[in-house]
Every structure is written in C-alpha cells, then in structure tokens.
C-alpha cells in the first residue's frame, strides 16, 4: 500500500480528520519501575492494584480510550493475583484499549546487561503472553527512564522483532531536578541533544548503528511525563502524591494544549506532534479523552491543531509514514550520566557469570532429549535473572533495602538455578569431556634492582617495584607501549553518588587524591601451568588494594580487588602512547585492545591515559558539599569490597585475532567450566571462523533448536550451520523471540544461513538419527 493511503487509514482509524494539519498525539502511560524506591511487592500493594482498577474503569466506560503499559512485569503479577480481572484484561488487549509498549519483562537497561539477557527479556515477556493466550506482539519498544542507550540498540531492536523505539534521556539534555545549571544552559555542547534539538531540530529520526541496522526513533526532549500536569495546576503528580489540584476548566485545558504545541512544533519534521503522559506510578487522568474531543471542538478550527489520544505505536506508525522526511542518524547517546557504570559493582558483575553459565547449560542440552530439571532450573533462572536488567536494578541506583534484599534474592535464585541447570546438563556427557589442548611456551621471568621482567614470544614487561609494583616498560614487537606507567591505581575524591561522578553536574567535584606508584610495593611471581602470576599488594588512601596479573602467552589478565575508602572513586590507569577508539587504542604498527569481565566505566583522554573504574564508594550525590541532587534520591552502597577483571592484549594491526578472542572470553569463566566450554563450542558447527555461535536452546516456539550467530559488522555472507552428530531436516530465519521470518534452504544436512546482521537467530529441525559424515 502507497504511504499516503497508509497514513489515511492509519488517521482514520484514529479519528484525524483529512483537513487537519497538525495532530498532538496524547500518549497515556505510567512508569512502573521493577523495583526502585520500593520492592516489586510494596509497589504492587500500594501503587499497581489501585492504578489497575482505575484503568479498566476509564477503558471500559470509554471504548475508545487507550492505555499503555510499558512492559510485561506488572500485567503478569495482577494477572495471576487477579484470576477474577483475566476476561476483562483479556478483552482490553485484544481489543488494543489497553496497550503493551514493549514485550519485555522489564524497561532494560540497555548498555550493562549480558546481550543475551536482554533478548530474553523480550523473548520471555513475548512467550508469557503466548502461554495466557493474549494477541499482543508488539514491534515498538519504550525506554522513558534508561540512564543512557546503547549504540548498538537498533541491532539489538532488530534481533528482537522491533522497528520504532521511543526514548527520554540522552546526554546534554535538560531534565528537571538534575542539575544546579540553568536551563539555558542545555543542550550541552557537542552532545546528542543540541544536534537533535538546535541543529537538525528534529524529535524524530531514523538512528542507524554502525553495522546498518536501522530503527525509527521518537525523542522525549521535554520528559517522559510532559503531559502529566494537563488537568492540574501546582507543583507534580508523582507516585499518587499529587502536590497540585485538578483544574479543567476549557481555558487551562487549551492553554496545556497551546504550550505543549509551542514547544514541539519547532521540532517536528511531520504533522506529528507526540505529548507523553507517563509519570511513575500515577494515577489515569479522569474523562482525558473528554478533554481532548471539547479541545477538538471549540479550540481546532482556530490552532490548526487537532488532538487525539492513542497509542505509542499509533504514533510511531504515523511517523513511519513520513520517514523519508527524517534524518538518517548514527548515535552514541552517551555519557549520559557515568557514576552508575560501577556502582554496586556485584549487581554488573553477577548477573554476566550467570548468564554465561545459563548460555553454557542451554549449549549442552539443546540437541540432547529434554529433561525436566534442567528445562524447569532454566526457566527459573532466566525468569530472575532478566528482572536484574531493569534500569534502576544492574544500574546500582536502588536504595540499600531494596538493592540488599529483593534484587539480590532474584540473582541467588537465578545463581542456584544456573548451577543446577549446568550440573545436570552436564552429568549427561558421562565425565568432564576431554579437549584437546593447545600447548604455548609459558612466560619466562626474571629480577634485577627491584625490578621483575617477563617475556613471552609476544610481549616483554618490566614491574618496579619502587614504583608501587607497576608496569614502567610493555614492549610488544620491539615498541614500546607505555609513555608511562602501567597498571597505577588511582584514587579521586568523589562527590557523586550511584547516578553520577562529582564532576558530571555543578557543584560536584572530582579530583585525584593518590596514587600507588607513590609508594614502594613488593611483587611477588607465581608459576602456573603455561603462565605466570604477578602479584601485587598496596595501600591507597589507607585501603589494602591487590593487583594480579597474570601473564598468558599472549595476553594479559588483570585483577584488582579493594575497598575503595568513603566518597572515592579508584581507577586502573595506563599511560599509553597510540591514539583511541572505542576500546581498541590504535597507534604506529599496534593496537591495544582492553576487554573486561563485567561492564565498567572506561575512559582515554589527556595525556593519553587508559582508565577503567575498578573500586567506587560514593554513596549519594552533593553539590557545592552539602546540597542535595533532588533527582537523585537515593544513596547506600557504602563500603563493599570489590573486585575487577581486564585482559588487556596488544597486536599488530588494527585486528584482534579470532584465537585470540577466543582465548580471553574463556578466561571470563571459572576454571570449572572452561572445557565445558570448549566442548559445548564444538557441538554446534558453522563454516566461518568470523561468525561466531552466541547461543543455541531447545525451541521454547515450535520444534527444533534455536541459534544465535554473531557475525562482523556490514559485512553480509551466508554460512552452513549444522550439528557434526545431527542432521538438520528444515531451518528458518527467526527473530530472537522465535517468530519465524522464513525458510531457509538445507544442504547435505546443514543451513544456508544469510548472516546480514550483528546477531542472527536461526530456527533448526534436528533429524532423530545420527548424521553420517560423507566419506573424504
């Protein structure tokens, strides 16, 4: 269908007459945190069983009235707490009043949580509904919270069946609360903000990542809530406190409207207008759409602006029609803030060895009979584990007694049920399994003056002890790396909090206090099978702090354990000579590439200094020493030890090799589960050694197993995927909540599978007898 008749029965069936030039669209919500300021229970008492019974009041009393809900969690908690409300709720969605935003449990977080965690949180949200016989299968997604975004996010929409995204925080921009600056003072130069809103002013966009994928994107410039005040006249309505009164009078009402139009039009590349009402945990505003149709009425025919109430996707489909008037975009939307990146280090850290180790049961038994422990521990455990993606829970920016208590109940029980599920898939295979190893010469060392050298084939390091036991020479093909030290650890006085460094807003402040090359350290080498460990141990500001390399053929591991003392923030440094990007730093004939474990906060900058956080206590944001940051209420994660893990490797040329990363992403799991992993590598095969096997699990949607392919960025091929044992009978190109796209042809028993994206699911049919190897 042509665009243009697309779009008139799109407005028609919204109710937009053809002469009206401009529409505001009012899109009805309410943020529903997981678990924030209160556990999911305290929420669900005092907040979601009200707001629900007001919601299908208003739905019911008006059949043409629409409600959003923004994710899956809470519609499944009042869902099997209410059996009695299950028709009506049924009706409601199947008859789209009320709306699901998204089809994820949570509103994830995008740039701390394990990739596969985040497809699973759409994945499983899409099968509960599935499972309940709801019609829901929504292709939008809703981030109004997230504290920043990643740049990969088309590739992740697109691996889970969406194409249009709307969004609210995105660094330089003005949020009420947050900062002692003055509005003028935002958009912040050079961010994402003044491009969208002072240079290209545009609220919506197609945003592009750098291996193409593509999603429609709306920007919530003027808050995730703009149009919670519509009916009112004071101060806020916020989690059913309402510091205001009602006031709907024709006048007020219109001048809301008028304000709301003078604010978006001058960013609207299309007669569409988008007003969300979504603030957490408020109420339905009384007869909205009452409202609206009076505006309708009386106020039209002079603004030219005609209103509607709809959905999220309503919006994002009008604006689809329009895309050719949009800017194509590729974004980075961060830093938005950087404190949360290592706040509760535990809450990053945990909830990627549990997926790793979900991942690693899932490869075991995915071809193997289904057995019921092992598919019930994995259901429980995925169940949990992908409530930690939620923006205020693997963030660290929940209070003590909800961060202490229920989140980390969800991460034992995911943890437990991890273990087991891997325990049992594993007692399957009859003994750990034999794997052949790659013999390397192991590092040679030496100590002269104080100084512990190390040498491999590949790289010669020199540790001073009277320089705190860093690294003062890293030579890698006879150049040397370092215009410094290596591997300082560096204490700065911090005024941040969970949300925030001290330096991010003003009044903060972020200064170096210390350093452990300011004081000798003795360095201690242990000889390992095929490596060597140096061992380190110092004081920083008072704290014991250790620091282990160990030295592996051709990389080095890094761990650095301590407690960081209060308001301190502590960082791994490098003084490196090459010129960065991203996290490969490339300079001369080298390139260092720094990976880590679990997420953190990186950065290079003047002069030339790599810097990872690795220890952080700043428990609660402070302007000018004693002012509070209003939008930052919460503080706690005061005082934990902490422990952090890097792999830093140097190569010539700008690429990292396969072996190599291969290599470093073993040294990620715990030495028990290493040859399960090498093992379950080989079970699944595919042709390419560029395109790697991110996952494989029994079908949850249909017969077969389901594979993950990750593949290089913007370059498309197409590869034979199979099982060495089992035959596949059919295969289709799915999305990674399993709805499949199409066939795929099958030769000599294996896929042909286009690999045209970062990640590529693909549904296979497992024959029931073994596959005999054609003979050479």
């Given amino acids: 269908m042509p665009e243009a008749d697309r779009e008139a029965t799109i407005r028609d069936r919204l109710g937009i007459p053809p002469h009206a030039e401009r529409v505001l669209v009012f899109c009805e919500s309410s943020h529903w945190d997981t678990n924030w300021l209160r556990t999911s229970e305290g929420y669900f008492t005092h907040r979601l069983e009200p707001i629900f019974a007001r919601i299908l009041a208003a739905l019911e009393a008006d059949a043409r009235r629409i409600y959003c809900i923004e994710s899956v969690f809470f519609l499944k908690l009042f869902w099997e707490r209410h059996p009695e409300a299950q028709p009506r709720l049924r009706s409601l969605i199947d008859g789209r009043q009320l709306r699901l935003s998204a089809s994820s449990f949570t509103t994830p977080d995008t740039l701390l949580p394990h990739p596969e965690a985040i497809l699973r949180d759409f994945h499983l949200g899409q099968e509960w509904l599935r499972a309940n016989g709801l019609s829901a299968a929504p292709h939008t997604a809703y981030f109004p919270d997230n504290f920043g975004h990643s740049p990969h996010l088309p590739s992740l929409m697109r691996a889970v069946g969406v194409d249009a995204v709307a969004v609210t925080r995105v660094d330089g921009m003005y949020f009420v609360a947050a900062d002692y600056r003055r509005k003028s003072a935002f958009p912040r130069q050079g961010s994402t903000a003044e491009l969208l809103q002072r240079e290209l002013r545009t609220l919506d966009f197609v945003w592009r990542d750098d291996d193409g994928a593509e999603v429609l994107c709306h920007w919530n410039a003027f808050t995730y809530f703009q149009g919670d005040m519509l009916a009112h006249v004071g101060i806020v309505r916020w989690s059913g406190h309402v510091a205001a009164i009602p006031w709907r009078t024709r ?78 975009l590729e974004l980075d939307p961060n830093p938005y803030w950087m404190g949360f990146y290592a706040s509760r280090p535990e809450l990053k850290q945990r909830p990627t060895r549990i997926a790793r180790t979900l991942v690693l049961a899932e490869n075991l038994s995915a071809a193997e009979p289904p057995v019921a422990a092992v598919e019930a521990s994995l259901r429980q455990a995925w169940s949990r584990l992908v409530l930690i993606n939620h923006h205020d829970a693997i963030t660290g920016t929940s209070p003590d007694r909800v961060s202490e208590t229920e989140q980390r109940a969800w991460l034992d029980e995911a943890e437990t049920g991890a273990n087991v599920a891997l325990s049992l898939a594993a007692s399957r295979l009859g003994g750990s399994p034999a794997v052949p190893a790659t013999p390397a010469a192991p590092p040679r060392w ?31 093909d006879g150049a040397e790396q370092l215009a410094g030290l290596g591997l300082d650890l560096v204490a700065f006085a911090d005024e941040g909090g969970l949300w925030r460094l001290g330096h991010e807003y003003l009044g903060g402040r972020f200064h170096e206090v210390d350093r452990l090359s300011r004081r000798p350290a003795a360095v201690e080498v242990v000889e390992l099978d095929g490596c060597l460990e140096v061992r380190i141990a110092g004081r920083l500001r008072g704290q014991p702090f250790r620091r282990v390399v160990t030295c592996h053929p051709d990389f080095l591991e890094i761990l650095v354990a301590g407690t960081a003392g209060r308001r301190c923030t502590v960082t791994c440094r490098c003084d490196v000579t090459p010129v960065p990007s991203l996290v490969s730093l490339r300079g001369g004939p080298c390139t260092v590439h720094l990976g880590f474990e679990a997420p953190t906060a990186v950065s290079f900058g ?125 295969a289709f190109l799915c999305n990674a909540r399993e709805q499949d796209l199409r066939r795929l042809e099958v030769q000599d028993g294996r896929a042909l599978v286009p690999v045209a994206s970062r990640l590529t699911s693909v549904r296979l049919v497992l024959g029931e007898t073994d596959r005999v190897e054609p003979a050479a």
């Fill in 251 to 328: 006048r007020h009402i219109a001048g809301r409207i008028d304000a709301f139009v003078r604010q978006l039009a001058p960013l609207a590349r299309t007669p569409y207008l988008l007003c969300p009402i979504g603030m957490d945990f408020n109420d339905p505003i009384a007869d909205l759409r009452g409202l609206l149709d009076r505006y309708n009425r009386e106020r039209a025919p002079r603004t030219g602006t005609w209103t509607v109430l709809a959905g999220f996707d309503d919006y994002l489909e009008l604006l689809g029609c329009r895309r050719e008037a949009l800017p194509v």
């Fill in 446 to 476: 030496s100590r002269a003056d104080g100084v512990v050298h190390v040498e491999t084939s590949h790289y010669r390091l020199a540790f001073s002890e009277a320089r705190g036991g860093c690294l003062i020479s890293l030579v890698v």
């Fill in 606 to 730: 003047p002069p030339q200094a790599l810097e990872w956080i690795v220890s952080r206590n700043a428990p609660k944001e402070r302007a000018f020493r004693f002012l509070p940051v209003l939008a930052h209420p919460v503080g706690g994660g005061v005082g934990a030890a902490h422990s952090h893990r890097a792999a830093l490797l140097i190569t010539r040329g700008p690429s990292l090799p396969d072996e190599a990363r291969r290599r470093i992403h073993l040294a990620w799991y715990p030495p028990e589960q290493r040859q399960l992993r090498q093992f379950a590598d080989a079970l699944v095969s595919c042709d390419d050694p560029a395109v790697s096997i991110a996952a494989s699990k029994r079908a949850d949607v249909g017969r077969g197993v389901i594979v993950r392919l990750a593949g290089p960025p913007r370059s498309p091929r197409t590869v034979r995927l199979g099982l060495p044992s089992r035959e596949v009978q059919a």
